[in-house]
């Protein structure tokens, strides 16, 4: 089992950055995929940045080339660097995991996360 504990989130102005972390306890972390997903009020929750047990990435189209999704094992973290922040950026940042053994896997649906983390806000004022 995984606990999740982002940080990091703030105000910024647009065009601004911010790097999240997550951070995970419990063991088995290198052998899980990791993902970040945001929520705004009202709306869906939305994949952004994937990364799978050995490091593949992959990403949502409206944050590609902005964001970019990075982990350290040793560190048991996550991270996502977001670059060009836009207001409509503004949304609750969740990280999550999920455990798929023996080959790579970078799932981008939200029902293939196991483990879910409480949240950072991000606000992005224009």
């Known amino acids: 089992q995984v606990q999740l504990v982002e940080s990091g989130g703030g105000s910024v102005q647009a065009g601004g950055s911010l790097r999240l972390s997550c951070a995970a306890s419990g063991s088995g972390y290198s052998y899980y995929y990791m993902g970040w997903f945001r929520q705004a009020p009202g709306k869906e929750c939305e994949g952004l940045a994937f990364i799978g047990r050995f490091g593949t990435t992959n990403y949502a189209t409206s944050v590609k080339g902005r964001f970019t999704v990075s982990k350290v094992n040793a560190k048991n973290t996550l991270y996502l660097q977001m670059n060009d922040l836009k207001p409509e950026d503004t949304a609750m940042y969740y990280c999550?995991?999920?455990?798929?053994?023996?080959?790579?896997?970078?799932?981008?649906?939200?029902?293939?996360?196991?483990?879910w983390g409480h949240g950072t806000q991000v606000t992005v004022s224009s």
């Open positions: 999550a995991a999920g455990r798929r053994d023996w080959i790579e896997y970078v799932p981008v649906s939200p029902s293939e996360y196991t483990y």
